[in-house]
Nanobody, 126 residues
Framework: QVQLVESGGGSVQAGASLTLSCTTS????????VGWFRQAPGKEREFVSA????????FYEETVKGRFTISRDNAKNTVYLQMNSLKPEDTGLYLC???????????????????WGRGTQVTVSL
């Protein structure tokens, strides 16, 4: 497992942008796929996006396609989630997750990941 630390959350108005970062503490992201999830109060954890170890494939939840972009800089052991055109329904605790990446794997569920960070809060108001 890897230790994950998220940052970059905040309170913004609808239409604004935020960039979240996920980095490791103690080891690298070598061979790990990384995903972003969010959880609103009283709701289940929801998949947002994921990227494979090499960055050759990305995955997005339907409601964020075209607005969010996931990317990674393996030299910096950091994965980013660029969020544009934020909406109030994007509000939640955003968590980073990681799992050893195998060729051809598909990522879309919390069950696909074994290591988790504690999250960074994103609040979007009208």
């Amino acid at each position: 497992q890897v230790q994950l630390v998220e940052s970059g959350g905040g309170s913004v108005q609808a239409g604004a942008s935020l960039t979240l970062s996920c980095t490791t503490s103690g080891r690298t992201f070598t061979d790990y796929a990384v995903g972003w999830f969010r959880q609103a109060p009283g709701k289940e954890r929801e998949f947002v996006s994921a990227v494979t170890w090499t960055g050759d494939r990305t995955f997005y939840e339907e409601t964020v396609k075209g607005r969010f972009t996931i990317s990674r800089d393996n030299a910096k052991n950091t994965v980013y989630l660029q969020m544009n055109s934020l909406k109030p329904e994007d509000t939640g605790l955003y968590l980073c997750a990681a799992e050893v990446d195998y060729s051809g794997s598909h990522y879309s569920s919390f069950a696909d990941f074994g290591s988790w960070g504690r999250g960074t809060q994103v609040t979007v108001s009208l």
